[in-house]
């Protein structure tokens, strides 16, 4: 079965370096290679580098990719500046939420303008197949999907801008969170953002995939002195479970909309000038502000080991009241953690719960998201 | 205990038996490749004694960072101990599986079943799972 699941440029690496390769969304991914705890440490207090290949990239040329792009994502493109890089949703004609994305706006070196959407593996052929429908008539854009001649890989931790920076000819710590730039590794185009998906200071790279190898020993090279290690896909789901940040999949699908999924920030109705946005989705999402939601995310904590996990069913006096759509043991905070959806919008933080843990209800008690963030 | 002599379930449990006051006695672990491939384990399911356990059926489970797994006992009969500390130290799993690691005795209700592995087996099962 393995030879037919995608593999990134650095699939060998990661066999060499003892992973335990899993299917994720097609592709055979790294899931740890150690232990997954020590992985989500090592994030947290030094630096591990995740391949993050799998995620699409779709790139955008021509003067009409800022409108297409505006017309398909909750929060605008037109007004974004070069450099930037934005969070935002696509959402169908309901407001039911097709991905979670971002949105780079750069310039090459030899000073072309162009747009890079990051969606989700799971959700690449049916965000393309998306866009090619909404394709318009007249259209003075090119889309390329540059998934599989280039690689990503996110360098996470409070060591991650030492141990790149040697990797730069500037300084890379004037880079700002949820900036990035075209820059070069090895004298070939290299996209470089302050980005990532572990609630830590910490860098992207985008990179030709024949250089992927090359720019990874490099980066180890340089880490070595803050102890750098891989971290697989079972790090990067406990981290990003701390730090409360949605996965497609979960706490994000097209039965939900964005302000229930607690995503209003993603979401802009009005451009920078306050006229009314036009995005696919909008006036469902406008219904739902007007209406009020029906249900709504919150967090979970539990005491003891056992964690809430997905599909679990949440209680409030004995009676259903959601589900939980990610849960796990915090190895930062020692102790489990869930996020889930509920129909009583007016839980105060603190609100005795319980969840049915495989038949045995548990407590568990509604808390601040996110459960984890760096000082 | 010495794992090339215990006999082990396809779902990595390992079991071995002592005859005591004419009673044939099994004791229940999980194996070190099981351990392995769990790793990060928080939390595990012990049976009480004085349960009832069948060949095949769950008796308990153990869970770790990334998901739960149920624990099937190979055997059938009545618990008689329970390693009650083990769940407040899971470590000892990775250290001793096979000596202080051990989950739980049971007082044989008939014969072994007739599917357990011996360590051969069980080591080339798990090399073409890895």
């Not at chain 1, 999402?285 to 056992?306: M, P």
């Not at chain 2, 739960?68 to 059938?76: A, G, H, I, K, L």
Request: hydrophobic share 40%.
């Amino acid at each position: 079965m393995d030879n037919q699941l995608l593999q990134t440029p650095l699939y060998q690496w990661h066999v060499d370096q003892g992973a335990r390769m899993v299917d994720f969304a097609n592709w055979s991914m790294p899931v740890q290679y150690q232990s997954i705890v020590q992985e989500h440490q090592a994030t947290r207090n030094a630096v591990t580098m995740f391949d993050v290949s799998h995620m699409g990239r779709i790139r955008f040329d021509g003067p009409g990719g800022g409108e297409l792009l505006d017309r398909l994502l909750t929060r605008s493109v037109l007004d974004m500046q070069l450099g930037q890089v934005r969070y935002s949703l696509i959402c169908n004609h309901e407001g039911g939420i097709l991905d979670d994305v971002l949105i780079y706006h750069l310039e090459s070196p030899t000073g072309v303008r162009y747009f890079l959407l990051v969606v989700n593996a799971s959700n690449r052929q049916k965000i393309v197949e998306w866009i090619t429908a909404q394709w318009p008539d007249e259209s003075d854009v090119e889309m390329q999907d540059r998934t599989v001649d280039t690689a990503m890989l996110a360098v996470q931790g409070p060591a991650a801008l030492e141990t790149l920076q040697p990797l730069f000819d500037f300084d890379i710590s004037a880079m700002k969170y949820f900036r990035g730039k075209v820059t070069t590794q090895m004298k070939k185009p290299c996209i470089l953002s302050r980005t990532g998906y572990t609630g830590e200071d910490g860098f992207e790279l985008i990179l030709k995939a024949d250089q992927s190898l090359q720019v990874t020993q490099n980066i180890f090279a340089a880490g070595r002195a803050h102890d750098i290690s891989p971290a697989g896909l079972g790090a990067r789901d406990t981290l990003r479970m701390e730090s409360a940040m949605p996965l497609y999949g979960h706490e994000l699908n097209e039965q939900l909309n964005p302000l229930e999924a607690g995503l209003g920030f993603a979401v802009s109705f009005q451009d920078q000038a306050g006229n009314d946005r036009d995005f696919i989705g909008c006036q469902a999402i406008r219904q739902t502000k007007t209406d009020g939601v029906k249900r709504t995310r919150i967090g979970l904590q539990l005491d003891g080991k056992r964690a809430a996990r997905e599909g679990y069913a949440i209680y409030r006096d004995g009676q259903t009241i959601g589900e939980v759509t990610s849960g796990s043991f915090s190895p930062t905070l020692q102790h489990p953690i869930a996020m889930g959806y509920v129909n009583q919008l007016d839980l105060p933080l603190g609100s005795a719960l319980e969840v049915d843990v495989r038949g045995k209800m548990l407590p568990a008690i509604t808390c601040q998201l996110p459960f984890y963030k760096r000082t | 205990m010495n794992a090339e002599e215990l006999m082990y379930c396809p779902t990595h449990e390992w079991v071995s038996t002592t005859e005591e006051n004419g009673e044939t006695v099994a004791t229940v672990g999980i194996s070190a490749f099981a351990v392995e491939q769990l790793t990060d384990l928080v939390y595990m399911e012990l049976p009480s004694v004085g349960n009832q356990v069948a060949a095949g059926q769950e008796f308990g489970e153990v869970e770790s960072v990334k998901a739960v797994s149920p624990m099937y006992s190979p055997v059938s009969g009545e618990v008689i101990a329970v390693n009650d500390g083990l769940a407040d130290q899971l470590e000892t799993l990775n250290d001793d599986p096979y000596t202080a690691g051990w989950i739980m005795k049971v007082k044989l209700s008939g014969a072994l079943p007739d599917n357990l592995l011996d360590f051969a087996a069980y080591q080339k099962q798990c090399a073409e799972s890895s």
